[in-house]
């Protein structure tokens, strides 16, 4: 167990490659009950996350969720969060642990006269996020939903095991999954169905690897206040054409320019594994692996770098790696997804 | 659960003392905090390791740890098992998974090292 964000966190269980390997095998369970949940809801929901998040909330329809971005006004990235609509003007915004309290007051300092009420709900919910490409043939016989009509990055409002809770088509992985938000007292019972479904439990250790291969970033590695979503490559979840919102005219002024920087993949050559703060050279110039592992899938080391933005896919780079110069070459995110296999399955 | 016959350090390595010569290997304790071992980093024969001082590193999937040297010497066997198979390191942490072979330099070290009971204290005491 470590200590993360106030909370008690099991790293792994049975190992970390064993657990790895069931998400991406067949199923895993994390308890990612530390994430934060803040529930914002008003007659001007809609309007305010429009303003305060960086996706295009209006396009998002109820019952459907979205991956967004809550940035300052210099274009810095507060969090990264995932934003679900439960009804007209209701929103689940599902925050990092670490970031729960910055988040919360951040938006609270936004508000002004929007007609809008936030509530940090962290307490009421316990998280838990079943991931692998069987989660769905192992938890649609426990759920009064048939799961095979529930597309990626939908939610419901569902009872399994016979107890009400939200699920959601989503995940951290990489793989198809579903993320189950229920209360604090059916936490550990729906946590025990799960595990007697042959669910593998799975720590923060798994969720890093599988997040990694999966080309996910991760809020304080390669997102914060100093970084803004165009060096991290998530351009795409800011909608620059929507209106003015928190942060648009920084961002546009770093789109306009060219950023400085800009997040990539590597692998490394051999027995290199990239680590976190590990020095990047290439021929454009010095940059910093921001995170990185041992790839289970891969079976090799693979990271993302902040590097020069005149770099390519497909660059020699090379990592120094306690004192040595590694051969690496910088390369396409994600490293690895099944993507492909839920989209065809739920399309 | 930590052989009685070797000594240990602080940074939780073992060491099995035999004649002028010793075996290096890390302790159950520094398999289990570092989880599935994936490469480990090690010197050549004929390489000299300082006491305190790093010799060689510890990949597993979560992080890198390094090797330090309980005591000083000549390297004179390297285990090359590990190359292809790591993950010895976690399933025959005191056996198979050792891994340099040293010639004492100043044998007179060993005796600076905590024993099994007084290692499992330290353990005890990092796990409370």
Partial sequence: MVGFAGWDMPVQYAGLIAEHEAVRSTAGVFDVSHMGEIVVSGSDATEFLYYVLTNDVARLRKGRSQYTLICNEAGGVVDDAMLYRLGETEYLLVVNAANVETASEWLAGVVGDFEVELENRSDDYCLLAVQGPETEARLDPGCDLDLTGLRRTRIREVEVFGRGVLIGRTGYTGEDGFEIFCSPEDGPAIWDELLGLDIMPAGLGARNTLRLEAGMALHGNELGVDITPIEAGLAGVVAMEKGDFVGREALAAVAESGPSRRLRGLRTSGRGIPRDHYPVKTEHGDGVVTSGTFSPTLQGGIGMAFVPPACEIGDSVSVEIRGREWEATLVEMPFYSNVSRWRAKSS | ?128
Avoid at chain 2, 64 to 72: E, G, K
Avoid at chain 2, 99 to 127: F, H, N, T, W
């Fill in chain 2, 1 to 128: 659960m930590n052989p009685k016959e070797l000594k240990y350090t602080r940074e939780h390595e073992w060491i099995r003392v035999e004649g002028d010569e010793c075996t290096i290997g890390i302790t159950d304790y520094a398999q289990e905090e570092l989880g599935d071992v994936v490469f480990v980093e090690l010197p050549d024969v004929g390489a000299a390791i300082f006491s305190d001082k790093p010799f060689g590193a510890v990949e597993s999937v979560k992080a890198v740890s390094d090797l330090f040297a309980p005591v000083s010497g000549e390297v004179v066997a390297v285990n090359g098992d590990l190359d292809n198979a790591p993950e010895t390191v976690n399933t025959e942490t005191y056996g198979d998974g050792w891994m340099i072979r040293v010639k004492l330099s100043d044998p007179g070290e060993v005796d600076s090292l905590m024993d099994s009971a007084a290692y499992q204290k330290l353990v005890d005491e990092l796990r409370s």
